[in-house]
């Protein structure tokens, strides 16, 4: 149980072009998603909290409007990467918070964007 | 200083061997314990989920937290090259509220 899907797991795209990274809870629903960028040999860096329904809360230094974040649904969220740029590249990964009060998350298994 | 210090390594430790990973924290708020592993290119797997103080044990891992030291631990025994990845500490308040991570520490487990 507690199953987290990424898709794309990689994309290389062109600067200026926009990507959209899905994440799907596939056994249970979340109602909080969680999104993080992670750089080579470094720890995982929360970008956003989304609660679905409810617009997305960034973390201080993260443009909102360069990191468009959707939950639409109880098991799935989007982080659409607007008007991409090479320092845009990196690893993006998406958990989930479990159910039952529990607070652990689970993670997608990450996608790896390159902007060229 | 960072709320949670954790040594990034790397370690190296032969196989079968007992591997201890730590790390500190200094908010006295969290109440959630974590550790996850982590291989290269891979997202995080969750390996433990503690509470309160004291031991948890699954398989061959162990997981210790003291509240009062406000440090926790992973113990790993026999491990194998298997195990070889990146470990993270992570914790919080409860609540929903938003993880903290160490920096990973990176193990090698050689033949």
């Known amino acids: 149980g507690a199953v987290v899907s990424q898709h794309p797991s990689w994309v290389i795209c062109k600067s200026g072009t926009s990507v959209k990274i899905e994440c799907r809870s596939l056994?249970?629903?979340?109602?909080?998603m969680f999104w993080y960028r992670q750089f080579p040999k470094q720890s995982l860096m929360l970008m956003a909290t989304?609660?679905?329904?409810?617009?997305?809360?960034?973390e201080q230094g993260v443009e909102k409007d360069k990191f468009l974040i959707n939950h639409a649904s109880l098991t799935l969220s989007t982080l659409t990467v607007t008007s991409a740029h090479p320092e845009d590249s990196s690893f993006y990964i998406c958990s989930a918070r479990g159910t039952g009060g529990r607070d652990e998350q689970f993670f997608g298994p990450g996608t790896r964007l390159t902007v060229l | 200083q960072k709320e949670v210090e954790q040594d990034p390594g790397p370690l190296s430790v032969p196989e079968g061997a007992i591997v201890s990973l730590n790390c500190t924290y200094s908010?006295?708020?969290?109440?959630?314990f974590m550790w996850y592993r982590q291989y290269s290119r891979k997202g995080p797997e969750l390996l433990m989920y503690t509470y309160s103080s004291g031991n948890k044990e699954d398989g061959r891992f162990t997981a210790q937290v003291d509240k009062s030291s406000k440090y926790i631990s992973l113990f790993i025994r026999d491990s194998q090259p298997s195990d070889s990845a990146t470990y993270l500490c992570a914790m919080n308040q409860g609540g929903g509220n938003k993880l903290t991570f160490g920096t990973g520490t990176q193990l090698k487990v050689e033949l």
């Open positions: 908010n006295s708020a969290f109440q959630y």
């Open positions: 989304s609660n679905e329904g409810s617009k997305a809360t960034y």
């Open positions: 056994d249970f629903q979340a109602t909080t």
